[in-house]
Nanobody, 123 residues
Framework: QVQLAESGGGLVQAGGSLRLSCTASGRTRSSYTMGWFRQAPGKEREFAAAISWSGLNTYYADSVKGRFTISRDNAKGTAYLQMNSLKPEDTAVYYC????????????????WGQGTQVTVSS
């Protein structure tokens, strides 16, 4: 089992940027897909971005494509989500998740989840 901890959330004005980090501990020798999901107040959790173990495959939700960039540093056991041109509708709790070594963007395939970090974008 991989334990995950997110950091980097906060309050930012519309148009600003934030970089979220997700540090893994525990069983990190196994390869795994990393994903970022988010949940806005009163809404269901939704997929934002995912990256394969090698970093060669990435995938983004249409709502964040072109503004968010997912990356990872396996030597540090850390994944990142660079968020630019933030909008008020990006306000949510952001969760990182670790899946198996198979490529996936389905929330149910991710077995390890962090506690989440709040991102608030003011207009």
């Amino acid at each position: 089992q991989v334990q995950l901890a997110e950091s980097g959330g906060g309050l930012v004005q519309a148009g600003g940027s934030l970089r979220l980090s997700c540090t893994a501990s525990g069983r990190t020798r196994s390869s795994y897909t990393m994903g970022w999901f988010r949940q806005a107040p009163g809404k269901e959790r939704e997929f934002a971005a995912a990256i394969s173990w090698s970093g060669l495959n990435t995938y983004y939700a249409d709502s964040v494509k072109g503004r968010f960039t997912i990356s990872r540093d396996n030597a540090k056991g850390t994944a990142y989500l660079q968020m630019n041109s933030l909008k008020p509708e990006d306000t949510a709790v952001y969760y990182c998740a670790a899946g198996s070594n198979a490529w996936t963007i389905v929330a149910g395939d991710f077995g390890s989840w962090g506690q989440g970090t709040q991102v608030t974008v003011s207009s």
